[in-house]
Antibody
Framework: EVQLVQSGAEVKKPGESLKISCKGSGYSFSNYWIGWVRQMPGKGLEWMGIIYPGDSDTRYRPSFQGQVTISADKSISTAYLQWSSLKASDTAMYYC??????????????WGQGTLVTVSS | EIVMTQSPATLSVSPGGGATLSCRASQIINNNVAWYQQKPGQAPRLLIYGASTRATGIPARFSGRGSGTDFTLTIRSLQSEDFAVYYCQQYNNWPPGGSFGGGTKVEIK
């Protein structure tokens, strides 16, 4: 059974750093693009970026380039989303999601349960 | 970047009734459209891909159609578990991962 299990909720202060994770199981983690989706409170879904764990090829949506870092460790089947300096506007639910096949131009067939990040002074 | 526009924003439907949700793309995207369902407190779930193919385990009361720039999701005989927010997504073009519409909330009338 394919599963994506994300790390738990975080409460941080502005300016702090954070790294959240998404661990895949039940499939060949290296061979599927996996990405991160932001959902701000009461709002819709936004793709942030995507990574191919096999070679760490990473693509960012322009509005998120330089704001976050996406990485992966294929040896432990885990993808990461990282901030170096959080802002209050980063408060959101973050989902990881797997592309359904080998292309990043594909729908997402499996999703993590979400990680709620709250940034408040 | 392709913009996906969903309408209406909210749809009030009686249980057992039908619902038709619309999604329009700002450019031709062939049939590379997916639909997702999101219930409160849950992650999105893939319903339809390729504009009309149901994902694994999705009931036949969900159907999708369209091509080019205009797409619809139809839900027949709404069950209580179908009241949720529905998002369309194009995955034909940039950005990688696709772009989502703003969502349609299907609520109980």
């Amino acid at each position: 059974e394919v599963q994506l299990v994300q790390s738990g909720a975080e409460v941080k202060k502005p300016g702090e750093s954070l790294k959240i994770s998404c661990k895949g199981s039940g499939y060949s983690f290296s061979n599927y693009w996996i990405g991160w989706v932001r959902q701000m409170p009461g709002k819709g879904l936004e793709w942030m970026g995507i990574i191919y764990p096999g070679d760490s090829d990473t693509r960012y949506r322009p509005s998120f380039q330089g704001q976050v870092t996406i990485s992966a460790d294929k040896s432990i089947s885990t993808a990461y989303l990282q901030w170096s300096s959080l802002k209050a506007s980063d408060t959101a639910m973050y989902y990881c999601a797997r592309q359904s096949s080998g292309s990043y131009y594909d729908p997402q067939d499996y999703w993590g349960q979400g990680t709620l990040v709250t940034v408040s002074s | 970047e392709i913009v996906m526009t969903q309408s209406p924003a909210t749809l009030s439907v009686s249980p057992g009734g039908g619902a038709t949700l619309s999604c329009r793309a700002s450019q031709i995207i062939n049939n590379n459209v997916a639909w997702y369902q999101q219930k409160p407190g849950q992650a999105p779930r893939l319903l339809i891909y390729g504009a009309s193919t149901r994902a694994t385990g999705i009931p036949a009361r969900f159907s999708g159609r369209g091509s080019g720039t205009d797409f619809t999701l139809t839900i027949r005989s709404l069950q209580s578990e179908d009241f949720a927010v529905y998002y369309c997504q194009q995955y034909n073009n940039w950005p990688p991962g696709g772009s989502f519409g703003g969502g349609t909330k299907v609520e109980i009338k």
